[in-house]
Nanobody, 119 residues
Framework: QLQASGGGLVQAGGSLSLSCAASGSGFMINEMGWYRQALGKQRELVATVTSGGSTNYAESVQGLSFISMDYAKKTVFLRMNSLKPEDTAVYYC???????????????WGRGTQVTVSS
């Protein structure tokens, strides 16, 4: 189960932090990250980070957002700076994981948290 926190209302140019923790036992995280879905649009990648620390950012947030993971706590953090109204969306946490001793990867999604950037 993924539990996200953060989000809310922020003025344009401001910053916001999101976090998402995976709960449960007997599994390991391969990758965690964030996607977002604006009203009337498709869900899109924001950023992901692997257990090895490799990151991947959408071009639109490159250099403005920073993702990190506390592997032991199975928690991912996203810091978003210089936010714009077009960053307004529901942000979804994702975790790609597998049970210990298994090779098949599974994917879980959080329920989403609203981020609204006012102009």
């Amino acid at each position: 189960q993924l539990q996200a926190s953060g989000g809310g209302l922020v003025q344009a140019g401001g910053s916001l932090s999101l976090s998402c923790a995976a709960s449960g036992s007997g599994f390991m995280i391969n990758e965690m990250g964030w996607y977002r879905q604006a009203l009337g649009k498709q869900r899109e990648l924001v950023a992901t980070v692997t257990s090895g620390g490799s990151t991947n950012y959408a071009e639109s947030v490159q250099g403005l957002s920073f993702i990190s993971m506390d592997y032991a706590k199975k928690t991912v953090f996203l810091r978003m700076n210089s936010l714009k109204p077009e960053d307004t969306a529901v942000y979804y946490c994702v975790a790609r994981w597998r049970y210990y001793g298994r090779t098949n990867e599974r994917e879980s999604w959080g329920r989403g948290t609203q981020v609204t950037v006012s102009s």
